[in-house]
């Protein structure tokens, strides 16, 4: 399969169609980026992205969402906010993964997810349907490493980025179409 422009748009449009989380995604991807900036980002806020990450599949293990949701309960409000500092004062991609991977709950995938939604033109969520579509598009060579280390994440996400730029869309554009490819 070959990633075009003409397809993406194609497929992001089935997914503003059809996913039933899209009103609410484009919703916090209009307000959460500037929370996030500007404050206040709160905790319902974060905890809202880490529910996203596992809901937004409904083939997701409940065994781990269950899990990963009760871990990030447990992280305290004071801790939250500090790692949220401190992703905003990172000036790596590595480095903002590492400041959330310091909260409960928060593995790469999970971090990455919190990346898309505090800055969306930087970032987009890690997963094995996404990836898939990657390699099947000769994008990437290997299977999805899972869980992806931070490595990882950085080279799928620098090859999002590439691809956007080459097709002339915006990450969350190509997210969409790779969600809706995936299916």
């Not at 009103?23 to 992205?49: I, K, Q």
């Not at 500090?82 to 992703?87: E, P």
């Not at 959330?100 to 790469?108: F, P, Y």
Request: net charge negative; charged share 35%.
């Amino acid at each position: 399969m070959e990633l075009t422009a003409a397809l993406v748009a194609e497929k992001a449009d089935e997914y503003e169609r059809r996913e039933p989380f899209y009103e609410v995604e484009r919703e916090r991807l209009a307000t959460l980026p500037a929370a996030f900036d500007e404050g206040p980002m709160v905790w319902r806020d974060v905890e809202w992205v880490v529910r996203w990450y596992f809901r937004r599949n409904r083939r997701s293990r409940p065994d781990r969402r269950e899990r990963v949701e009760a871990a990030f309960r447990d992280n305290d409000f004071d801790d939250l906010a500090a790692a949220l500092d401190a992703v905003h004062d990172a000036d790596t991609d590595r480095e903002r993964l590492t400041r959330l991977e310091a909260l409960a709950g928060v593995d790469v995938p999970v971090a990455s997810a919190i990346l898309q939604y505090a800055f969306p033109d930087r970032y987009v969520a890690v997963d094995a349907r996404l990836w898939s579509v990657l390699r099947d598009a000769d994008e990437l060579d290997d299977s999805y490493p899972d869980p992806p280390s931070k490595a990882d994440y950085e080279r799928f996400v620098t090859i999002c980025r590439t691809v956007a730029d080459r097709l002339g869309v915006g990450l969350q554009t190509l997210y969409r179409a790779l969600w809706r490819l995936g299916s």
